[in-house]
């Protein structure tokens, strides 16, 4: 299973991101996938995650700004951040499993995140 993360970079506050990952070689190992942000001192956690029947989990911080969706044709899960605030900034991973409330035992490299004020 590899999952190939992209889509970070440096923005505004205010400003939009899009994150994508794409999973490959998965076969029946995943059927949810997330992602995670760590920042520098920091414990690893959830922002978002998605099942593939579309169910969807976010952390309380980006609710309302942040949007999850997945296209399983191409086995492929989208992070669109909006509004994105300087607390925002982490180094974001790509995460795949088969629960919505459990970490996957899959990961993608991390995508760098910076938001300036």
């Known amino acids: 299973v590899q999952l190939q993360a992209s889509g970070g970079g440096l923005v505004q506050s205010g400003g939009s991101l899009r994150l994508s990952c794409a999973a490959s070689?998965?076969?029946?190992?995943?059927?949810?996938m997330g992602w995670y942000r760590q920042a520098p001192g920091n414990q690893r956690e959830l922002v978002a995650a998605i099942t593939d029947g579309g169910d969807t989990r976010y952390v309380e911080s980006v609710k309302g700004r942040f949007t999850i969706s997945r296209d399983n044709a191409k086995n492929t899960v989208y992070l669109q951040m909006n509004n994105l605030k300087p607390e925002d900034s982490a180094v974001y991973f790509c995460n795949g499993g088969r629960s919505l409330y459990l970490r996957g035992e899959y990961w993608g490299q991390g995508t760098q995140v910076t938001v300036s004020s």
């Open positions: 070689g998965t076969g029946d190992s995943i059927n949810v």
